[in-house]
């Protein structure tokens, strides 16, 4: 059974940072690319990053390029998102997310003063 499992959400003043980790098992990890994907209040899914099963290809949306930085750690079975400069407009519940359809429970980020 796939199971993915985020941490590391909390609430944070503008400009703060977090890590997210999504800690993965069920399947062979090292084998699959792996997407970060955010949920604000009230809006629709957004998809945030993307790492390739090896990590040599990484994408990220435009709104958080050159803030956030998603790796991974196949021996460990965990990817990660880390997140700097963070503004208000990155609220959001943010989901560890593996195709076709598989997400983990979420973890809340809060940005506010």
């Known amino acids: 059974e796939v199971q993915l499992v985020e941490s590391g959400g909390g609430l944070v003043q503008p400009g703060g940072s977090l890590r997210l980790s999504c800690a993965a098992s069920?399947?062979?990890?090292?084998?699959?690319?792996m997407s970060w994907v955010r949920q604000a209040p009230g809006k629709g899914l957004e998809w945030v990053s993307g790492?390739?099963?090896?990590?040599?290809?990484?994408s990220y949306a435009d709104s958080v390029k050159g803030r956030f930085t998603i790796s991974r750690d196949n021996a460990k079975n965990t990817v990660y998102l880390q997140m700097i400069s963070l503004q208000p407009e990155d609220t959001a519940v943010y989901y560890c997310?593996?195709?076709?359809?598989?997400w983990g429970q979420g973890t809340q980020v809060s940005v506010s003063s």
């Open positions: 069920g399947f062979i990890f090292r084998a699959y690319a």
């Open positions: 997310h593996l195709r076709p359809n598989y």
């Open positions: 790492i390739s099963s090896g990590g040599g290809s990484i």
